[in-house]
């Protein structure tokens, strides 16, 4: 078993008792990166529980040799995408993938995720023709949030104050 394999093993254990799951896990350098979810979202709570758990279950087992840090959030709005569950969970949404260097004329590509395959996925660009590219020349998937337009204020000026004609 691989060391990837083990802390693995041992984060999904310690994760188990508070109903959330893996999303992802990533060692970078000393950092060991924890990304969780669950239907609905992650809470902040539950982000403090499940950090405290794991890092508990790393202790015991030790699983990772010298010193690290360890990282437990949700994977957030704007969330890499990383593996084929990752890629085929987001079908339907907005992504921005950023090419390998030399793999084509423009780098970033942004478009809907329409299709995951083993070797490559297809987009849908803005201008609705569809693109597919490579696994092999992907550097890194993301979701892209975007905001809605903001509320307008309804029989109130800016600052939510009156209208001067409501004071006549």
Same mark, same amino acid.
């Given at each position: ?9 041992? !984060? ?7 109903? !959330?799951?893996?999303?992802? $896990?990533?060692?970078?350098?000393? !950092?060991?990166?924890?990304? /969780?979810? @669950?239907?609905?979202? /992650?809470?902040?709570?539950? !982000? ?11 202790? #015991?087992?030790?699983? /990772?040799?010298? #010193?690290? *840090?360890?990282?437990? +959030? ?6 890499? $995408?990383?593996?084929?569950?990752? $890629?085929?969970?987001? /079908? ?10 030399? *793999?084509?004329?423009? %780098? @970033?590509?942004?478009?809907?995720? @329409? ?36 509320? =307008?204020?309804?029989?109130? =000026? +800016?600052?939510? %104050?009156?209208? =001067?004609?409501?004071?006549?």
């Amino acid at each position: 078993m691989t060391l990837s394999d083990e802390v693995t093993r041992v !984060v999904t254990a310690a994760l188990e008792p508070h109903d !959330v799951s893996l999303y992802d $896990l990533e060692m970078v350098g000393s !950092v060991l990166r924890v990304s /969780i979810d @669950r239907p609905g979202g /992650i809470d902040i709570d539950s !982000v403090a529980l499940v950090n405290k758990a794991i890092s508990r279950a790393l202790d #015991a087992a030790d699983p /990772i040799p010298g #010193a690290y *840090t360890l990282e437990v +959030s949700s994977p957030g709005l704007e969330r890499t $995408l990383r593996t084929t569950d990752h $890629l085929t969970g987001a /079908i339907g949404e907005k992504v921005r993938v950023k090419l390998n260097p030399g *793999t084509g004329t423009e %780098r @970033r590509l942004v478009g809907t995720l @329409r299709r995951v395959d083993g070797d490559s996925i297809t987009l849908e660009t803005d201008e609705g023709a569809p693109m597919q590219v490579e696994r092999t020349d992907i550097e890194r998937v993301r979701t892209v949030f975007e905001w809605g337009p903001a509320p =307008k204020p309804t029989g109130a =000026k +800016s600052g939510g %104050r009156p209208t =001067k004609e409501a004071h006549t």
